[in-house]
T-cell receptor, first 116, second 111 residues
Framework: AQKITQTQPGMFVQEKEAVTLDCTYDTSDPSYGLFWYKQPSSGEMIFLIYQGSYDQQNATEGRYSLNFQKARKSANLVISASQLGDSAMYFCAMREGRYTGNQFYFGTGTSLTVIP | NAGVTQTPKFRVLKTGQSMTLLCAQDMNHEYMYWYRQDPGMGLRLIHYSVGEGTTAKGEVPDGYNVSRLKKQNFLLGLESAAPSQTSVYFC??????????FGDGTRLSIL
């Protein structure tokens, strides 16, 4: 089974609108972390936001927030007030507990295009 | 403020040639990783290391070897390159429970 599933290959959003990028995960480890990365067309991987499995509140970083629904095993990224510079690939990733070598699993990504 | 540095940035090889990709990090991270990125497939883990002198196989290890002789360096080797290994290769490092820091990638083409 896939550890991380991103079901939206491509998304479009109007500038200044909010957008939600979906991510579901699969693990039986009680201790895990969820991450979102942005990859612009220039190719570098940029860390955006982190959510730990024991965190009670949803993580927020500026215009990014992570909608963490533990029972549904989902960790959706919400980008508020979209900007043209948000156009990029977005990857969801999961790190399982320390006893698995700190491995990270990545989804296949969502390509976001912000329309002026 | 280098972070994770990958060399080279681009390389073209002929089938059957060998080469080594170098990854260096200056953040004293225990964990280092090599990924390949292919269109529509996200990042797939090739090999990783949990500390100096240790390596382990990831999801797609065949055709690659790695070494971590020094904590700051993680080398990825292709002994006999094949066209299927044409990809963009990323190195990353992290400490426990922290996000990964990525290098800028190496674009490798094998003819």
């Amino acid at each position: 089974a896939q550890k991380i599933t991103q079901t939206q290959p491509g998304m479009f959003v109007q500038e200044k609108e909010a957008v939600t990028l979906d991510c579901t995960y699969d693990t039986s480890d009680p201790s895990y972390g969820l991450f979102w990365y942005k990859q612009p067309s220039s190719g570098e991987m940029i860390f955006l936001i982190y959510q730990g499995s024991y965190d009670q509140q949803n993580a927020t970083e500026g215009r990014y927030s992570l909608n963490f629904q533990k029972a549904r095993k989902s960790a959706n990224l919400v980008i508020s007030a979209s900007q043209l510079g948000d156009s990029a690939m977005y990857f969801c990733a999961m790190r399982e507990g320390r006893y698995t070598g700190n491995q990270f699993y990545f989804g296949t990504g969502t390509s976001l295009t912000v329309i002026p | 403020n280098a972070g994770v540095t990958q060399t080279p940035k681009f390389r073209v090889l002929k089938t059957g040639q060998s080469m080594t990709l170098l990854c260096a990090q200056d953040m004293n991270h225990e964990y280092m990783y090599w990924y390949r990125q292919d269109p529509g497939m996200g990042l797939r883990l090739i090999h990783y290391s949990v500390g100096e002198g240790t390596t382990a196989k990831g999801e797609v290890p065949d055709g690659y070897n790695v070494s971590r002789l020094k904590k700051q360096n993680f080398l990825l080797g292709l002994e006999s390159a094949a066209p299927s290994q044409t990809s963009v290769y990323f190195c990353a490092s992290s400490s426990i429970r922290q996000p990964q820091h990525f290098g800028d990638g190496t674009r490798l083409s094998i003819l």
